[in-house]
């Protein structure tokens, strides 16, 4: 009798115990993340797949394009496996929004040139 | 110096005349826009402005649109989150990345001036991408549209150097027109756009979710849920943010309402599963489990369901008795 008292009192706190390592351990882990469900299950597969990738593809295109090795995994963590993707696709070629001065003084090299050579004639005086 | 002004002015209507060729007739701002949301003039003027350095509209203009949605910030602190020194520019994509590291989410507006025109009524100024180069010789600059007026026709822009830019409607959408027709809003968790499309919108809520505190993700859901209340991806995304929370009866009624609009939204279902399980349900859970078809999922949801089967087959051995009385009041 006491036996069996000690075993079922060790059950119910076990069985407690049991239950609640899987509750605290990882407990959001079996809930799926919103934006694994505005992709469709294609996608997803295919994603988690390529995500890791596409990553090492992108830290090494930044390197090579100048950004500090140690700013590059804080850039990195705050992108999308989809933008991860598009980055890894051209990011040599996305549009860089940088300057509009750049060209001026390309372009006015380019027509300073002109002018002084003799072909064009826009650089007047003001009057 | 005059020299140098003259010159630029000479430079810059010939860019402007390569670019020309699609040049559209009559007035491009609309007097009265579509809704009747927007006023007909409105300037945002106490919108803060960064002046750039070489190279770094990108910065600059990130930092003036996040400062007018309450984020203080400078060009300096975003150089090394959104500039790449090869390419002498900022990427669209990092562009929209970076607001949410700063609890703030992207949105990319619809490709027309009025969706820009009805967000800077709306008090929000819109970060655009202007192309001032040629097709084989591109230019790009970012720049953010602060203010407008139908009445003379122009739009107003912090850009580059310039505080207050007035570009003529037409050439705005010029540059505008050869950047694609980019433009970004930042919006508060809460917020949402004036044109906006459900599916966009709840995508770049997903995308913000998971670097943000469920308090922010709770609000960026709960708007869609006020604009869309149709859409089941907002009630799982809010009732995600309550779980995250530990308000799980508010979390298990949210799933459940996804649950009446799409029944097979297998996402909504497990998370439902998960959250009734602990409000100690394990029976009930294991019944809306048993629903799921797996055959068709995704990795990371097939996973998912795999570890609530597991979990809630643990739970109901150990809990053998049936649920207790309070759990089918959660299926309503």
């Known amino acids: 009798m006491r036996v069996s008292l000690w075993r079922k009192s060790a059950i119910a706190v076990l069985s407690v115990a049991i239950v609640n390592m899987g509750f605290m351990s990882t407990a959001s882990a079996a809930i799926v993340d919103t934006s694994a469900l505005v992709t469709t299950a294609r996608d997803a597969d295919l994603s988690a797949i390529r995500a890791q990738l596409d990553r090492e593809d992108v830290r090494a295109q930044m390197q090579e394009l100048g950004v500090d090795a140690a700013a590059v995994d804080a850039r990195l963590a705050s992108l999308s496996d989809s933008e991860l993707r598009q980055l890894a696709n051209d990011m040599k070629n996305a549009p860089a929004g940088g300057d509009v001065l750049g060209l001026l003084g390309a372009v006015f090299l380019v027509l300073l040139v002109l002018e002084l050579v003799g072909v064009i004639d826009i650089f007047k005086k003001v009057p | 110096m005059v020299f140098a002004k003259h010159a630029a002015r000479v430079v810059a209507c010939f860019a402007f005349a390569l670019v020309s060729a699609c040049a559209t007739r009559g007035p491009l701002v609309p007097a009265n826009l579509t809704d009747g949301s927007s006023k007909p003039s409105a300037e945002l003027s106490s919108t803060p402005f960064f002046p750039q350095t070489e190279y770094q509209c990108g910065p600059a203009a990130l930092a003036t649109v996040l400062g007018a949605s309450g984020v203080p910030s400078n060009p300096e602190a975003l150089v090394p989150l959104v500039y790449i020194p090869e390419r002498r520019g900022s990427l669209q994509i990092e562009m929209q990345a970076v607001p949410r590291k700063f609890g703030r989410l992207a949105y990319v507006l619809s490709p027309n001036l009025d969706a820009i025109l009805a967000e800077v009524s709306a008090g929000r100024p819109v970060l655009v991408l202007h192309n001032y180069g040629v097709p084989l010789f591109p230019r790009w600059h970012y720049a953010v549209v602060i203010g407008y007026d139908s009445a003379k026709d122009t739009i107003v822009l912090r850009s580059g150097v310039t505080e207050r830019q007035v570009l003529s409607a037409r050439n705005f959408m010029r540059a505008w027109d050869n950047g694609k027709r980019w433009a970004m809003v930042v919006l508060r968790p809460g917020e949402t756009p004036v044109h906006a499309d459900a599916e966009r919108y709840l995508e770049v809520a997903a995308s913000f979710e998971r670097g943000a505190?469920?308090?922010?993700?709770?609000?960026?859901?709960?708007?869609?849920?006020?604009?869309?209340?149709?859409?089941?991806?907002?009630?799982?995304?809010?009732?995600?943010?309550?779980?995250?929370?530990?308000?799980?009866?508010?979390?298990?009624?949210?799933?459940?309402?996804a649950l009446r609009i799409d029944a097979s939204n297998v996402g909504a279902r497990n998370n439902f599963a998960m959250t009734l399980l602990e409000l100690g349900c394990p029976v009930q859970a294991r019944e809306e489990l048993s629903r799921i078809d797996s055959t068709a999922l995704g990795a990371e949801l097939r996973a998912a369901v795999v570890d609530t089967r597991q979990r809630v087959d643990l739970a109901s051995e150990a809990h053998a008795g049936g649920d207790p009385p309070g759990c089918s009041a959660l299926l309503n």
């Open chain 2, 213 to 257: 505190t469920p308090a922010d993700a709770r609000s960026a859901f709960d708007a869609a849920i006020r604009r869309w209340p149709d859409q089941p991806v907002a009630w799982i995304g809010r009732g995600t943010a309550e779980y995250r929370t530990g308000n799980l009866r508010a979390a298990a009624k949210d799933y459940a309402e």
